[in-house]
C-alpha cells in the first residue's frame, strides 16, 4: 500500500513519530487503528440513542409539549 500525503501531512507525520519515537508507519497504523475505534464507539452510542428515543417516544412527546 502506498500513502500520498501532502508536505503538511508528511511533516506532521514527521513530528509525530519523532515525539512518540516510532516509525512513520506504526504511527499511521495507530492513527488509523484509533480512528476505527472511535468511529466504532460513535457508531454504538448513535444505535443506543436511537434505542431510547423508539423507546421513550410517548414520552419525549409529551415532555415537548
Known amino acids: 500500500m502506498t500513502l500520498r500525503l501532502n508536505e503538511q501531512e508528511q511533516d506532521a507525520l514527521k513530528v509525530m513519530a519523532e515525539r512518540e519515537?516510532?516509525?512513520?508507519?506504526?504511527?499511521?497504523?495507530?492513527?488509523?487503528?484509533?480512528?476505527?475505534?472511535?468511529?466504532?464507539?460513535?457508531?454504538s452510542v448513535h444505535t443506543s440513542g436511537a434505542r431510547v428515543?423508539?423507546?421513550?417516544?410517548?414520552?419525549?412527546?409529551?415532555?415537548?409539549q
Open 21 to 43: 519515537g516510532l516509525s512513520q508507519h506504526e504511527v499511521a497504523r495507530r492513527a488509523i487503528l484509533d480512528r476505527a475505534e472511535r468511529a466504532g464507539v460513535l457508531d
Open 53 to 64: 428515543v423508539t423507546r421513550y417516544a410517548a414520552l419525549l412527546d409529551r415532555l415537548s
